[in-house]
């Protein structure tokens, strides 16, 4: 129940309790939070009262065994908010009791996990899916648009920035931050956008980053980290990508982040900038600290609707109703017979489905495996995908042995 649940998973339930849930292949249903797991409980308690009004009564469990306790309510699909290295284990524990789970970015830190969670929702029969909502950012859409019906041919290089505040590092993260880096945190979306939009093979990875402001200069806590990957496509043409993120950006910067694309293709040329495609507000006293200059109300915005309704919506909020609305068509969309065609069909969406995120996965896992690396004393190693030693294999300046990360074919 932190900063992504009070953005796009609490105004989901919030509203979807009003208006239920509707799609062509079911009949209008009910969406109920009906409980929630948490370390402490106190965010949800905090929450509770809050909320008074907006939701039915859910059940709060804390705890180390608070996903098990939750669990006990047997709820229809589970949602996975927690920081990015407690992904799995909540995960897993939901899958196994035949839960349909969605998981934030990025999904989890290894190929191996990926795989068991993938078994796992296998022998279960349900849903396994990763959250990437700038996927169903309008601008990104367009973007493969143009891709998918030949507009831009062939991509040749490119990249992406997001930056974000040091209120992130320094206070939301500061309890959980510890050897953590912010390319797991924010390059993972541009990885996903790259792979999902372009296609192609991930041949490479290497990555750089700095330190000494989050944590000690030599410590394994980064400040800012520079992703490179490489792409291969049929015609064996390659495509390079830069990701730089951080998250020691000013908290008095305009925007809450900064998130900047380029694309170079053949025949063109794909220029985006979150912030800049927007609205510029001065308020005084309160912008840029307590409200933005520029604010992205693509992502998630409070709006006064025309009709005088108040509303929170946005490509966050719709990529949660999305999934709810995929569980709702497998579980709801046809006669129970037929419950494992309509599975079939919604696990091969690729934008969210657990077995497309590997390429995702095996860049995070190279990038984590490199800056660890660094941070041992040993910076500039390289990792290289489906090789003939295995299928993320890491190669350090100095080291004629290579450490096989992943065994199996990526
Ligand atoms: N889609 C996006 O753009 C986006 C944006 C922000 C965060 N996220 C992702 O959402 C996840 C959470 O990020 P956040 O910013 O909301 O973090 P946060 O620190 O604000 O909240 C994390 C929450 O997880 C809970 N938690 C921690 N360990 C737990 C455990 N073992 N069991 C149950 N609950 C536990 C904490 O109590 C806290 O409520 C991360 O994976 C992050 O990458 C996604």
Request: glycine share 8%; charged share 25%.
């Amino acid at each position: 129940m932190g900063m992504i649940f009070d953005e796009t998973y609490r105004p989901f339930f919030e509203s979807v309790q009003t208006t239920g849930l509707t799609g062509q292949s079911f009949p209008t249903c009910d969406v109920t939070l009906s409980a929630v797991a948490t370390r402490t409980g106190k965010r949800a308690e905090a929450y509770r009262g809050r909320a008074s009004g907006r939701l039915a009564e859910f059940e709060s469990c804390a705890g180390a065994d608070s996903v098990q306790k939750m669990l006990q309510d047997k709820p229809d699909f589970v949602c996975v908010a927690t920081p990015d290295d407690r992904h799995f284990a909540a995960a897993k524990t939901a899958l196994e009791a035949g839960c349909h789970v969605i998981i934030e970015k990025p999904s989890v830190l290894t190929l191996d996990e990926l795989d068991q969670l993938q078994q796992i929702a296998t022998e279960k029969n349900v849903l396994a899916k990763v959250v990437y909502h700038k996927l169903l950012d309008p601008d990104h859409k367009k973007l493969r648009t143009l891709v998918v019906d030949g507009q831009l041919n062939h991509v040749n290089n490119g990249y992406c920035t997001l930056l974000e505040p040091k209120s992130i590092s320094g206070g939301q993260f500061a309890e959980w931050i510890k050897g953590r880096n912010p390319g797991t945190y924010v390059a993972v979306h541009y990885i996903k956008l790259i792979d999902f939009t372009f296609g192609g093979k991930l041949k490479s990875v290497t990555c750089t980053g700095q330190r000494g402001l989050v944590g000690p200069a030599d410590g394994p806590t980064w400040d800012s980290t520079q992703l490179r990957l490489i792409y291969e496509y049929e015609d064996q043409r390659e495509a390079a990508f830069d990701i730089h993120t951080s998250w020691v950006t000013p908290d008095n910067f305009p925007g809450y982040v900064e998130q900047e694309v380029q694309f170079r293709f053949d025949n063109g040329l794909w220029n985006g900038h979150s912030r800049k495609r927007g609205i510029e507000c001065t308020i005084e006293g309160e912008t840029p600290f307590t409200k933005k200059i520029s604010m992205n109300n693509h992502y998630n915005g409070e709006f006064l609707e025309p009709w005088n309704e108040r509303s929170q919506r946005g490509y966050g909020v719709e990529v949660i109703e999305r999934f709810a609305r995929e569980v709702a068509h497998v579980e709801l969309g046809g006669p129970v017979e037929e419950r494992g065609q309509r599975l079939k069909e919604i696990s091969a969406y690729d934008y969210n489905d657990l077995s497309a995120d590997r390429q995702v996965v095996a860049a995070v896992q190279a990038m984590e495996a490199i800056l660890e690396r660094h941070a041992a004393g040993t910076p500039d190693s390289v990792a290289y995908l489906n090789t003939d030693e295995g299928g993320l294999v890491l190669y350090s300046p100095g080291s004629v042995k290579p450490e096989i990360l992943y065994k199996g074919q990526v």
